[in-house]
T-cell receptor
Framework: DVKVTQSSRYLVKRTGEKVFLECVQD?????MFWYRQDPGLGLRLIYF???????EKGDIPEGYSVSREKKERFSLILESASTNQTSMYLC???????????FGSGTRLTVV | AQSVTQPDIHITVSEGASLELRCNYS??????LFWYVQSPGQGLQLLLK??????LVQGIKGFEAEFKRSQSSFNLRKPSVHWSDAAEYFC???????????FGQGTTLQVKP
């Protein structure tokens, strides 16, 4: 089975800190995604990547950046964390054709 | 641009009653369509998916969904709901070209005894 691993389950950071959320998949998937999940808003796409060093903005990229230096790893970066970025963050991966998506367990980030 | 709308934020049904959760999508080409379920504190679980072929798709836990191109809909149904079905349900659409996956806002299902 494909596994998507997010490095932290819970994270607490201070306003203004630079925050890195890491995601690793073990099945050679081309596509990787970062979503944030908030009550009443569902899962909103922040960024996705369809190849190494390639990225595309999702619906809510403001305040975030990403890095994909290796195929298996996709990092989400909060350059200067703010309290409105407190949320659950989910990583996913898939084949380029979109046939099957595998999600990580999520990172609950609290910015204080 | 891709988008997904789930018109019902919250639905309450009695145990044993039938269920239909609505999903409308916007996408120019033939989409890939999904329904996921998320129980409190849990991750996303895939219920079913539609790529092509038969427009009535069977999934796990007794769920089914019907793709209606003319209505741009992919509604989820279950003939008899169980208390354990109480959860949040998400409809999603993926681009068949890029694989980009977009979710609806979710529908919370409450089941009355």
């Amino acid at each position: 089975d494909v596994k998507v691993t997010q490095s932290s389950r819970y994270l607490v950071k201070r306003t203004g800190e630079k925050v890195f959320l890491e995601c690793v998949q073990d099945m050679d998937h081309e596509n990787m995604f970062w979503y944030r999940q908030d009550p009443g808003l569902g899962l909103r796409l922040i960024y996705f990547s369809y190849d190494v060093k390639m990225k595309e903005k999702g619906d809510i990229p403001e305040g975030y950046s990403v890095s994909r230096e290796k195929k298996e790893r996709f990092s989400l970066i909060l350059e200067s964390a703010s309290t409105n970025q407190t949320s659950m963050y989910l990583c996913a991966s898939s084949l380029v054709s979109g046939g099957g998506y595998t999600f990580g367990s999520g990172t609950r980030l609290t910015v204080v | 641009a891709q988008s997904v709308t789930q018109p019902d934020i919250h639905i309450t049904v009695s145990e044993g009653a039938s269920l239909e959760l609505r999903c409308n999508y916007s996408y120019g080409a033939t989409p890939y369509l999904f329904w996921y379920v998320q129980s409190p504190g849990q991750g996303l679980q895939l219920l079913l998916k539609y790529f092509s072929g038969d427009t009535l798709v069977q999934g796990i836990k007794g769920f089914e969904a019907e793709f209606k191109r003319s209505q741009s809909s992919f509604n989820l149904r279950k003939p008899s709901v169980h208390w354990s079905d109480a959860a949040e349900y998400f409809c999603a659409v993926a681009s068949s070209n890029t694989g980009k996956l977009i979710f609806g806002q979710g529908t919370t299902l409450q089941v009355k005894p």
